[in-house]
């Protein structure tokens, strides 16, 4: 059985992650799961890459395990790619940073409470741009790391889509609310467009940024609880 550590606090990451491991020799485990002194990894990488990667690399040489770690966020056309990395915590982001480094007010919410000042935020860069303007897409980045921090792989998984005009669903997290999926054209005909936060947990596995990463990787997962120390 290999063990596994997922670097994130994230409980919806974690519950995504669980289900797409189901079947493989593979047990997760979250920071908690292996100590109180969970690292603070500085998330300063200028894309999904290189935070990925630098979050695997840490919690390897914490945990001493194999870590795997992501960046995500979401991308909106109309606004030139923002909120990009900052998506997390792009209600806290400094307006038009001039010296184009982003810098976060001092203010602590919730996840949830940050989760619906960022749809907020969303909601309001929008509201000027149209229906056929309102491109967008989830980008994840998923990077593993051997114990001894050393990355073994990093992959990108994206899921296109628009943004709507309204919160929609209970399910996801996150900006899932508000991101209409663009859904196969039997399925869009059938029901029209869905937000992620509508579907069901296997529906979105099946076609969410994270879901599609974790197929790419899902090999080398495989092959290193196969493998254990000697991959």
């Given at each position: ?93 400094a307006p038009e940073p001039a ?93 029209g467009a869905r937000t992620m ?33 000697r991959f």
């Amino acid at each position: 059985m290999l063990d596994l550590l997922f670097g994130t606090t994230n409980p919806g990451k974690l519950r995504e992650l669980r289900r797409l491991v189901e079947g493989l020799p593979v047990r997760v485990l979250s920071p908690t799961d292996v100590g109180p002194d969970v690292p603070d990894v500085v998330e300063d990488g200028t894309t999904f890459h290189a935070n990925a990667e630098k979050k695997a690399s840490a919690f390897a040489r914490w945990a001493g395990v194999h870590a795997l770690a992501d960046d995500s966020g979401l991308c909106v056309d109309a606004l030139g790619g923002a909120p990009g990395v900052y998506s997390a915590r792009w209600s806290a982001l400094a307006p038009e940073p001039a010296d184009g480094i982003a810098t976060l007010a001092a203010v602590e919410l919730s996840r949830a409470e940050r989760d619906e000042a960022n749809n907020d935020k969303l909601l309001a860069q929008l509201a000027r741009v149209t229906d056929e303007r309102r491109g967008a897409e989830y980008r994840a980045v998923l990077a593993l790391a051997k114990p001894d921090g050393v990355v073994l792989v990093s992959v990108e998984g994206i899921c296109r889509g628009r943004i709507g005009r309204a919160r929609r669903g209970s399910g996801g997290f996150g900006y899932d609310p508000f991101f209409l999926v663009d859904e196969p054209a039997g399925a869009a005909a059938a029901e029209g467009a869905r937000t992620m936060a509508e579907l069901s947990a296997e529906e979105k596995d099946a076609i969410s940024h994270r879901g599609r990463a974790f197929r790419t990787l899902l090999p080398v997962i495989r092959r290193v609880a196969e493998q254990g120390a000697r991959f």
